[in-house]
Nanobody, 126 residues
Framework: QVQLVESGGGLVQAGDSLRLSCAASGLTFSSRALGWFRQAPGKEREFVAG????????YYADSVKGRFTISRDNAKKTVDLQMSGLGPEDTAVYYC???????????????????WGKGTLVTVSS
């Protein structure tokens, strides 16, 4: 059974930093592209950051570029999202996701990801 479990969310103030982590089990972790997505209240789920299965390529939404950093640890089967310079606009439930295909690239569209965690809430107060 595939499981992606996010952790690290919480309530922070504007300008603070936060590190999210996603632990995976039940899937071939090192061969999949992994991503972080978020969904704010009343909005659609959106791409935040992604990392290729090799770890050599990283992708970011324009809104987080320069503030967020994605990383993966294949030995621990974790993918992290380091967030800094947080603002109220970053308030959302954050989800990690993995592709269904191995050794593949992805468009980072929500419907391109196969496996999802249940999310962790990040709330940024102004």
């Amino acid at each position: 059974q595939v499981q992606l479990v996010e952790s690290g969310g919480g309530l922070v103030q504007a300008g603070d930093s936060l590190r999210l982590s996603c632990a995976a089990s039940g899937l071939t972790f090192s061969s999949r592209a992994l991503g972080w997505f978020r969904q704010a209240p009343g909005k659609e789920r959106e791409f935040v950051a992604g990392i290729s299965w090799t770890g050599g390529s990283k992708y970011y939404a324009d809104s987080v570029k320069g503030r967020f950093t994605i990383s993966r640890d294949n030995a621990k089967k974790t993918v992290d999202l380091q967030m800094s310079g947080l603002g109220p606009e970053d308030t959302a439930v954050y989800y990690c996701a993995a592709t269904g295909s191995l050794y593949s690239t992805t468009s980072w569209r929500v419907d391109a990801m196969t496996y999802w965690g249940k999310g962790t809430l990040v709330t940024v107060s102004s």
